[in-house]
Nanobody, 122 residues
């Protein structure tokens, strides 16, 4: 079992920045691919960014060039640096862990965090 706890959400004006963190209860290094997802009110959960065990990353087109996913395996922590935030980035952001990349792509990871709210005002 892996427990995931997100933090760092909040309210910010458009153009601002936030850094989300996701602390895992045990080591995920070399074992789990990690990802960030978000869900806006009335919409389906969507993938934002994924990072593989070897550091390869994938981003949704809507966040490319603005968001950066990274992982510190020594601290069992996943990050999402969000810059130039837009109102359409508003939603609950979830951290996830999966033993295979494809499970994150299919939005079917083994583990989910509880989510952290991000609100961007215009």
């Amino acid at each position: 079992q892996v427990q995931l706890v997100e933090s760092g959400g909040g309210s910010v004006q458009a153009g601002g920045s936030l850094r989300l963190s996701c602390a895992a209860s045990r080591s995920t290094a070399s074992t789990y691919c990690m990802g960030w997802f978000r869900q806006a009110p009335g919409k389906e959960r969507e993938g934002v960014a994924i990072i593989n065990t070897d550091g390869r990353t994938t981003y949704a087109d809507s966040v490319k060039g603005r968001f950066t996913i990274s992982r510190d395996d020594a601290k069992n922590t996943l990050f999402l640096q969000m810059d130039d935030l837009k109102p359409e980035d508003t939603g609950v952001y979830y951290c996830a862990a999966a033993s295979a990349w494809v499970e994150l792509v299919r939005k079917r990871p083994q583990y989910w965090g509880q989510g952290t709210q991000v609100t961007v005002s215009s």
